[in-house]
């Protein structure tokens, strides 16, 4: 990246937002804000392996403040910028249980909400695999001007304004989508700002990867078991089987299915029917990056931004990749003898 042709995500998204008549710059201001979080928690992320040098979660450190756990911090990291800004009425996290809608004026003024996973993967912090902070933007449908409410967060996925997600990984990287398509954005350390490195980013529409917890696969149906001895076989194409890949951290397996092409896959199973990813804050924004980049990410039974979510925090099973392969499953997990 010469320093010379750089674009910042700002200059990016105010680009983008003067292609309509009516913007009024809040949707950039508010990516920005998002961006600010996650240069803050990127920040505390890469001193993670220091903890035992800085101090345990509950321990107190050398000022007399109490260490967080880096979820917890993510979680706050958050909710302030957002409730400091002008553009997010209220807000819903993996970490509370209900929603929170801000008191003061200029929050009440501001016509949008966001739902986050503030730390997504936190149980890879401790092997220093990739983690990252996942984020979805609605529209809110109660009346600007007054505090906003559970029915602003109960929106179905394919009403998102944008999504996204900051990953941590060897490079800390933005990536954002509207419907006007998906940008990636590195974040250049020596500047401090997150630079246009991958524009129009289009998911492969055929892969060679699946991505699953395959130790779960005791409790999975008949047509799960057919689609992974599926991936398993030589198939047609590619004369060998699938390569299986799976990190545990939804952002960076997501992340990779996004460059690289593949299907990612939680399923439910026997002893959970929905599976353990969250519709709103999880599948929802990742679904939604993945439409714009030409792939597909369906529950099984329908398109994941058709579920109307009748709860703040309710699950979701989810295939999700490139067309084809996702396609592919559903033809067995869809399959007569599972319906
Ligand atoms: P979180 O760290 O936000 O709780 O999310 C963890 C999620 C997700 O990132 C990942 O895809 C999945 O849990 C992994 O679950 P398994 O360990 O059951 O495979
Ligand atoms: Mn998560
Ligand atoms: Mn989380």
Redesign the pocket.
């Known amino acids: 990246m010469s320093q010379n042709n750089l674009i910042t995500m700002d200059e990016f998204t105010i680009q983008e937002t003067r292609k309509f008549k009516q913007a009024t710059g809040d949707l950039s201001a508010l990516l920005r804000d998002l961006g600010l979080a996650g240069k803050i928690i990127n920040n505390q992320v890469r001193k993670a392996g220091l903890v035992d040098i800085l101090g345990q979660h509950g321990a107190t450190n050398v000022q007399g403040e109490e260490q967080m756990k880096l ?1 917890v911090f993510a979680n706050e990291t958050l909710i302030n910028i957002l409730k400091n800004c002008t553009e997010c009425a209220g807000i819903a996290s ?1 970490e509370n249980d209900d929603h929170l809608s801000y008191e003061d004026t200029y929050s009440q003024n501001a016509k949008y909400v966001v739902l986050f ?8 912090i401790d092997v220093n695999a990739s ?2 902070t ?1 984020f979805a933007i609605y529209r809110r449908v109660s009346p600007i001007g007054t505090p906003c409410t559970l029915e602003d967060f109960l929106q179905p996925g394919n009403k998102q304004v944008a999504a996204g997600y900051i990953i941590y990984g060897s490079s800390t990287m933005m990536v954002y989508a509207t419907k006007l398509g998906v940008n990636g954005f590195t974040l250049e350390p020596s500047i401090g700002e997150f630079c246009l490195s991958h524009p129009n980013m289009k998911c492969p529409e055929k892969g060679k990867i699946y991505s699953i ?1 395959q ?2 696969s005791v409790k999975y149906d008949e047509g799960m078991m057919s689609y992974l001895s599926f991936c398993m076989e030589n198939n047609k194409e590619e004369g060998r089987p699938y390569s299986q890949r ?8 997501m992340h990779r299915t996004l460059i690289k092409g593949g299907i ?1 896959i ?1 399923p439910g199973d026997k002893s959970s029917p929905k599976g ?3 519709l709103q804050y ?1 599948c929802n924004p990742m679904t939604l990056i993945m439409e714009a980049a030409g792939g597909m990410g369906v529950s099984g039974k329908e398109n994941i931004l058709d579920i109307q979510p009748t709860e703040l925090h309710q699950r979701t099973p989810i295939f999700i990749g490139s067309k084809n392969m996702v396609e592919k499953a559903m033809e067995f997990v869809k399959a007569p003898q599972n319906a």
């Not at 996973?117 to 890879?124: E, I």
């Open positions: 979820d993996e996973d503030p730390l997504d993967g936190s149980s890879n983690i990252g996942i917890n130790g779960n799976y990190i545990g951290s939804m952002v960076a397996d990612f939680y353990k990813l969250r999880e």
